[in-house]
């Protein structure tokens, strides 16, 4: 069974630059998989960030980027304010068709 | 602008079966795109559980694959979840929620039912 992989929690300070990673228990992530990150404040719906690897939806700063970095999807905050502390999802699309969702990484901005 | 809106009992007797109903205005879901209901139990992660194409094909996650149902009503723009034998586990918000082709992304999402089992 495929699992995604995310850092659990992490901390940055105000105005630091912080990484998230995504990764596969088994093999690389990749453009293929087309990465995508959210946002969510636990109870409502998720907000997206970064579909397709790297591409900012609608609306989101581009303090926000998305990459692969080595063998992870990476999402790169720069600058971090205090309303990013928030929890973190990205979902990978695999090729027979299903989507797996990482664990989430909850953010401490402080 | 596109909307989804789940609708289904909110409490769910053991080993009964669990049936949501996702209604979307703003975009006829035949056109294109995938549909999807992802959960999310209280204070845990996202988990997507399954999809269907615009054209009626579907997509199950393999632990609930056995388990699982979705189909489209495109006249009525409406698509649904049926999960059987539910126990507490199944407890959770559920929601629906759009998918990008091509991008594979979930850009538009339901507010999220949420969906209790107990005898």
């Known amino acids: 069974q495929t699992v995604v992989t995310q850092e659990p929690s992490f901390s940055v300070s105000p105005g630091g630059t912080v990484t998230l990673t995504c990764g596969l228990s088994?093999?690389?992530?990749?453009?293929?998989?087309?990465p995508s990150w959210y946002q969510q404040t636990p109870g409502h719906p998720p907000r997206t960030l970064i579909y397709?690897?790297?591409t900012r939806s609608s609306g989101v700063p581009d303090r926000f980027s998305g990459s692969i970095l080595g063998n992870k999807a990476a999402l790169t905050i720069t600058g971090a304010q205090a309303d990013d502390e928030s929890y973190y999802y990205c979902?990978?699309?695999?090729?027979?068709?299903?989507?797996?969702f990482g664990g989430g990484t909850k953010l401490t901005v402080l | 602008q596109v909307h989804l809106q789940e609708s289904g009992p909110g409490l769910v007797k053991p080993p009964e079966t669990l049936s949501l109903t996702c209604t979307v205005s703003?975009?006829?879901?035949?056109?294109?795109?995938?549909w999807g209901w992802i959960r999310q139990p209280s204070g845990q992660g996202l988990e997507w559980i399954a999809s269907?194409?615009?054209?009626?094909?579907?997509y199950y996650s393999p632990p609930l694959k056995s388990r699982v149902t979705m189909s489209l009503d495109s006249p009525n723009n409406q698509f649904f979840l049926r999960l059987t034998s539910v126990t507490a586990a199944d407890t959770a918000i559920y929601f629906c929620?759009?998918?990008?082709?091509?991008?594979?992304?979930?850009?538009?999402w339901g507010q999220g039912t949420q969906v209790t089992v107990s005898s």
């Open positions: 929620a759009r998918a990008g082709r091509g991008s594979k992304d979930f850009d538009y």
């Open positions: 703003g975009y006829s879901i035949g056109s294109g795109y995938f």
């Open positions: 269907v194409s615009h054209t009626g094909n579907t």
């Open positions: 088994f093999g690389s992530v990749s453009t293929t998989h087309y």
């Open positions: 397709s690897t790297n």
């Open positions: 979902v990978l699309f695999m090729r027979t068709g299903i989507w797996v």
